[in-house]
């Protein structure tokens, strides 16, 4: 007898429907739904750091190859650079196309900044030393228990290297390490039980919270973040993937379930442990993935890049701000910067914005409080395009690296094809 339960997927996008329809029939009540979904991303960020430990550390100890890890590491930080690159660059030249600022007429001194004041303090205090220096954790085991991505990352490949050098006496702690590896993997698949919980009270608190009336009045903005972020997809990661040998709609159709959970819980973190272990089931290696994509979580953004280069000359249209063609390039040359240098920061999206602002000194940073009833929105688009980008990311590098796995690949693809697709799939 089959199954009834629908797959996770289904289960998702059905919660996303009723989230949306709670929301929009009960307005006062849905935004005391947002705990739903406040609950499954602590209990997914939980499991993040000792994943990302465990598997970069068992990954780099059994690779063995010190000068691999540094190159795997260059490779990553360059194509970061230049597809986020690339993403603030078709940004800048939507919303010079499409003007979803224009007409606004805001004027500055009649905003009230109080709303983002915490953004904008964090913008002004923040520094490039900082950042580097919150890259070193105060203690090992601090990094661990703190969660930041980078400090993990960064002991994770130290202990890697200092544990392949033990020689046989690696043996008994890798085989530690793999199996708590193991039961933290089995602890993600508990979690993902209240996936569609945590769908529904996050769509339910957006829209009773904010109301799709805010949908509508930001829906130039909104249009043109979508819309940008689908070209970006069809357009230069589709290109990526066909360089490298693989069908992006494929990969998709793979990660269904995460493209959905990300959607609808506003949340890349929410679904980094499910992408870590479906990418070393593509045949992506162990210890590349632990490297690749949870560094790309911070430094590979692109739907966060998208919106910023929109979100940027949104507002200088907003407040009539007039920025000529060389203020712009200075606007993307900020922002190739900028939204790097905020990664672990909560509200990075403002905290980057922010920043820039203040360091353009033409567009009035207060004017970012216009955005705060449609960022719940728009994030929805960044999630999503940030969790496709460092996925075909960690894919394309491991493609360059020589370390993929055309069979694992294919056996992988042909358990998310449906029909014929599968039977085409599994005859590669």
């Not at 199954?3 to 307005?27: C, E, S």
């Not at 602890?187 to 509508?216: E, N």
């Not at 990661?237 to 159709?253: E, H, K, P, Q, V």
Request: hydrophobic share 55%; net charge positive.
């Amino acid at each position: 007898m089959k199954n009834r339960v629908p797959k996770l997927y289904a289960q998702v996008f059905i919660a996303i429907v009723l989230g949306v329809l709670v929301g929009v029939v009960f307005p006062h009540f849905a935004p005391k739904l947002k705990p739903l979904g406040d609950i499954f991303i602590r209990l997914i960020r939980m499991l993040i750091a000792p994943v990302i430990f465990a598997t970069v550390t068992v990954g780099i100890a059994r690779m063995g190859d010190i000068k691999a890890v540094g190159r795997i590491g260059v490779k990553a930080l360059v194509y970061f650079e230049v597809v986020s690159g690339i993403a603030l660059a078709i940004g800048l030249v939507v919303v010079n196309i499409f003007r979803p600022g224009a007409g606004m007429n805001i004027n500055p001194a009649t905003i009230d900044s109080s709303a983002v004041a915490a953004y904008t303090a964090a913008a002004q205090h923040r520094t490039a030393l900082d950042f580097i220096m919150n890259i070193i954790p105060s203690s090992a085991v601090g990094s661990l228990v703190e969660g930041n991505i980078l400090q993990v990352i960064l002991v994770s490949v130290l202990f890697g290297i200092a544990l392949s050098r033990l020689g046989e006496k690696k043996q008994r702690v890798l085989e530690v390490l793999d199996g708590v590896l193991q039961a933290l993997f089995g602890m993600v698949r508990i979690v993902m039980y209240l996936a569609p919980l945590a769908a529904f009270g996050s769509m339910a608190f957006i829209v009773g919270q904010y109301g799709l009336g805010t949908m509508l009045s930001f829906g130039k903005l909104m249009a043109c973040v979508y819309l940008t972020s689908l070209v970006f997809i069809v357009g230069v990661l589709g290109s990526i993937a066909w360089l490298c040998r693989f069908s992006l709609w494929s990969f998709l159709r793979y990660i269904k379930d995460e493209i959905l959970i990300a959607f609808g819980t506003c949340s890349t973190e929410a679904v980094m442990p499910q992408m870590m272990e479906k990418l070393e089931r593509l045949g992506c290696e162990q210890s590349l993935v632990g490297m690749v994509l949870p560094a790309g979580y911070s430094f590979n953004a692109d739907g966060s890049s998208i919106y910023l280069t929109l979100a940027a000359i949104f507002l200088a249209q907003a407040t009539n701000t007039h920025l000529s063609l060389r203020d712009q390039l200075v606007v993307l040359a900020v922002l190739l910067l900028t939204s790097k240098g905020s990664a672990g920061v909560a509200g990075s999206a403002f905290v980057t914005l922010a920043a820039t602002l203040a360091s353009m000194d033409k567009i009035p940073v207060a004017s970012v409080v216009l955005l705060l009833g449609a960022d719940s929105f728009l994030n929805q688009a960044r999630a999503v395009t940030n969790l496709i980008g460092n996925g075909v990311a960690t894919i394309a590098i491991a493609r360059w690296e020589g370390t993929f796995d055309e069979r694992a690949a294919h056996r992988a693809l042909a358990g998310a094809a449906p029909g014929r697709a599968r039977e085409r799939a599994e005859e590669l």
